[in-house]
C-alpha cells in the first residue's frame, strides 16, 4: 500500500478522481461536454508547463513568482518580434528572453544570498512592466502569413488528433521526468531541494542546480506562452496575470513540498487540471467567474493539509 | 606506524573572518595511518581549521600541502578529489533520496544511452547494498530506502561506507558520535579504528578527550584559535591532556620520535 502512495502525485490523483466524480454528480451535463473538455484539456496543458517549471524550482527548494509574467512577456516578445524575425527567428529570440530572465533572477538568488521570493517578485512586476511599455497597451496580432507558418501550426493546431499543446505537454513531460528520476542532474537537483549542506559537503554544485532550474522553469513558462499564441495569436497586456499563482498552486496541490526536495512533475501537471477545472465548472455552472480564485484557494488548503498528512503517514519529517 | 612524509602538513596557517583572529599561527603534520584526536572547547578553532583542510575556507596566510604539493586553491570540490571526506553529524546525506542515491552523490555512476548520461541503477544498488551489509545496517534495510529511515549510528555507518568505498585518503569524523547510543558510539569508533588500519588518515574532533584517546595515536589540542598541545597517546595520559584543556594556552609538544 505504501508503496503505491509512495509514487508520484498519489495525492494528485485521488483529487482528481474526486473531482471528478464530484462535477459528474452536480453538473453531469454541463461539465462532459465537447467544449468544456476541450478548454479544459487546452488549459490543463498550458498551465501544465508553468506547473512543472514550478515543481523543478520548488523541489530544489526556491519559488519562482515571476513566471506569469515570463508567459506573458515571453508571448509578448513572440508576436511583436515575428514581423522582422520571422516566426522561427522571435521564437528563439522569445525563449532567449524567457531563458535569460530565468538566469539574471537565478544569479542573484544564488550569488546574492536573497530568498528568491523577493527576486522573483521583483521579477514578476520588472517583466509586466517591460510587457506594458512594449505594447503601449495595446493589442497585437499574427498576419496570416504567420498564423499559417508551419511552426505555428505544429505548436498551435491539432497534431495526430489531439490539440497541440497536450501532446508537446506529453513530450516534455516524459522528458522532464527522465531528467529529475533518471539521471546525475536530477539526483543533485533533489539532493540541493533536500539539504543544500549535505550536497555541498558531496561536491555538488548547489549554484549551477539552481540556477539551471530556474532556467527552465523561466522556458516552461515562455513556452506555455508561445504554444498559447499559435493558437490564439493575440496578445494583450494581462498576458499571463495571476498566473503564477495558480502554478504554484498547482504544484503544491500536486504533491511539490515546499520543504524542498519531494514532488512530482507528473502530480503538478494534475493539479493544473484541478485549477482549471474548477474554472470552467464554475464557468459551466454559470457562476460568477469572480469565484474561481476562492475556489482554487479553498482547494489549495486542503490539499496542503491532505499532501502534508499524507507525508506524515509515509513517515517523511513534513 | 607514520612515515616520514605527512599527508597533510599545515604551515602557520593564519584565518581572519573581518577582525576576527580564528587561526592563530597554526601549524599540524597529519599522516596516513594515523588516527589524530583533535580536541577543544566550543570555538576552540578545530572545525574552523578542518574547514580550511575541506576547502570551505581560504586561509588569510599560510600554507596547506596535500601529499607534498602546495594547495593552491580551496574549494570542496577540489578537496572531494583529492580524497578527502569529512563526516559531520548533521551532514552528509539528504533524507529525501535513498541509501543508494545519497552514496553515490556527486559521483552517480552513468550509462549512456545517445550520449546522454542516465544514472547506472543497477551499479548503484549493488555497491551501496554491499556497503551497508559490510557496516552492519539493519537486515530490514534496503538500499531503495530513504535515508529518513536509518538511526543515528546507521548513518554514520553510511558516511564511512561511503569513505571507504571511494577509496578516500583522509576521512575527518567531526564529532562523529554525538547523539548516539553507547553501543552505536562504539561501533563508529572501531569503525575509525578500521579505517586508520586501512592506511586512512583519519582526523577524529571531539570533546571528549577520554573518549579519543582510547582509540587516537596522537591528540592535537587547540583553543582560542591556536594550537596548544600536540602528543602522542603513549606519551601523555588523557588525564594530563585534560589539565592542558583546562589551563588553556600551555603549549604541550611530546611526539613520538619519528
Redesign the interface.
Known amino acids: 500500500m505504501k508503496q503505491l502512495v509512495r509514487g508520484q502525485g498519489f495525492g494528485a490523483i485521488i483529487g482528481v478522481v474526486v473531482m471528478l466524480s464530484a462535477f459528474t454528480v452536480v453538473d453531469f451535463s454541463g461539465w462532459w461536454t465537447a467544449q468544456t473538455i476541450s478548454n479544459v484539456v487546452q488549459f490543463t496543458a498550458i498551465l501544465g508547463f508553468v506547473a512543472m517549471g514550478q515543481a523543478l524550482v520548488i523541489m530544489a527548494k526556491e519559488i519562482d513568482l515571476s513566471v506569469g509574467s515570463v508567459y506573458g512577456l515571453t508571448g509578448v516578445a513572440f508576436i511583436t518580434l515575428e514581423p522582422t524575425l520571422g516566426v522561427t527567428g522571435s521564437l528563439i529570440v522569445a525563449l532567449g528572453i524567457a531563458a535569460f530572465v530565468g538566469f539574471l533572477q537565478a544569479i542573484a538568488v544564488v550569488k546574492g544570498q536573497l530568498p528568491s521570493m523577493i527576486v522573483t517578485l521583483g521579477g514578476l512586476f520588472t517583466a509586466r512592466g517591460i510587457i506594458y511599455v512594449w505594447t503601449g497597451g495595446s493589442v497585437h496580432n499574427f498576419s496570416a502569413a504567420a498564423r499559417s507558418h508551419p511552426i505555428t501550426r505544429f505548436l498551435g493546431g491539432e497534431l495526430f488528433g489531439i490539440e497541440a499543446a497536450i501532446f508537446w505537454l506529453i513530450v516534455a513531460a516524459a522528458i522532464l521526468n527522465?531528467l529529475l528520476w533518471?539521471?546525475?542532474f536530477g539526483?543533485?537537483l533533489?539532493?540541493t531541494?533536500?539539504?543544500k549542506?549535505?550536497?555541498?559537503?558531496?561536491?555538488?554544485?548547489t549554484d549551477r542546480i539552481k540556477i539551471a532550474a530556474f532556467m527552465l522553469c523561466s522556458l516552461l513558462a515562455g513556452f506555455a506562452g508561445i504554444l498559447t499564441l499559435c493558437d490564439r495569436p493575440q496578445t494583450h497586456v494581462t498576458l499571463g496575470e495571476l498566473m503564477e499563482l495558480e502554478a504554484i498552486s498547482a504544484a503544491v496541490i500536486g504533491g511539490c513540498l515546499l520543504t524542498?526536495?519531494?514532488g512530482s512533475l507528473i502530480g503538478a501537471i494534475l493539479g493544473a487540471l484541478i485549477v482549471v477545472s474548477f474554472r470552467y465548472e464554475l464557468i459551466a455552472l454559470g457562476a460568477p467567474s469572480s469565484w474561481f480564485i476562492t475556489f482554487v484557494g479553498i482547494v489549495l488548503i486542503v490539499a496542503v493539509i491532505f499532501n502534508q498528512k499524507l507525508a506524515r503517514w509515509l513517515?517523511?519529517?513534513v | 606506524m607514520t612515515n616520514n612524509h605527512p599527508l597533510i602538513q599545515v604551515k602557520n596557517l593564519e584565518l581572519y573572518f573581518g577582525a576576527f583572529h580564528a587561526l592563530k599561527n597554526v601549524s599540524v603534520d597529519f599522516h596516513a595511518g594515523e588516527l589524530v584526536g583533535l580536541v577543544g572547547d566550543n570555538g576552540a578553532g578545530k572545525t574552523t581549521l578542518i574547514r580550511v583542510l575541506c576547502g570551505i575556507y581560504a586561509p588569510t596566510s599560510g600554507e596547506v600541502y596535500f601529499d607534498g604539493r602546495k594547495v593552491e586553491k580551496f574549494h570542496?570540490?577540489l578537496a572531494?578529489?583529492q580524497g578527502m571526506e569529512?563526516i559531520?553529524q548533521?551532514?552528509?546525506?539528504?533524507?529525501?533520496?535513498s541509501i543508494a542515491?545519497?552514496f553515490?552523490?556527486?559521483?552517480?555512476p552513468?550509462k549512456r544511452i545517445l550520449g546522454?548520461?542516465?544514472?547506472d541503477?543497477a551499479k548503484m544498488r549493488d555497491k551501496s547494498t554491499r556497503v551497508i551489509r559490510e557496516f552492519g545496517l539493519r537486515d530490514n534495510v534496503s538500499a531503495d530506502d530513504?535515508v529518513?529511515?536509518l538511526s543515528g549510528g546507521e548513518r554514520q555507518s553510511v558516511k564511512i561506507g561511503r569513505a571507504v568505498e571511494f577509496k578516500n585518503r583522509v576521512v575527518i569524523m567531526d564529532e562523529p558520535t554525538n547523539h548516539l547510543s553507547v553501543r552505536e558510539r562504539e561501533h563508529v569508533n572501531e569503525l575509525a579504528v578500521q579505517l586508520k588500519e586501512q592506511g586512512l588518515l583519519v582526523i577524529y574532533i571531539t570533546h571528549d578527550i577520554f573518549q579519543v584517546h582510547r582509540i587516537a595515536d596522537r591528540v592535537v589540542i587547540m583553543e582560542n584559535g591556536a594550537k596548544v598541545a600536540d602528543a602522542s597517546t603513549d606519551s601523555m595520559t588523557a588525564e594530563e591532556l585534560e589539565e592542558v584543556i583546562r589551563q588553556g594556552g600551555r603549549v604541550v609538544e611530546k611526539r613520538e620520535a619519528v
Do not use: W
Open positions: 527522465l533518471t539521471t546525475p539526483n543533485r533533489l539532493a531541494g533536500g539539504s549542506e549535505s550536497a555541498e559537503s558531496r561536491g555538488v554544485r524542498g526536495g519531494r513517515g517523511h519529517s | 570542496p570540490k572531494i578529489d569529512t559531520q548533521s551532514v552528509g546525506l539528504c533524507d529525501n533520496l542515491r545519497n553515490f552523490l556527486g559521483r552517480e552513468v546522454i548520461p542516465f544514472l541503477f530513504e529518513e529511515r
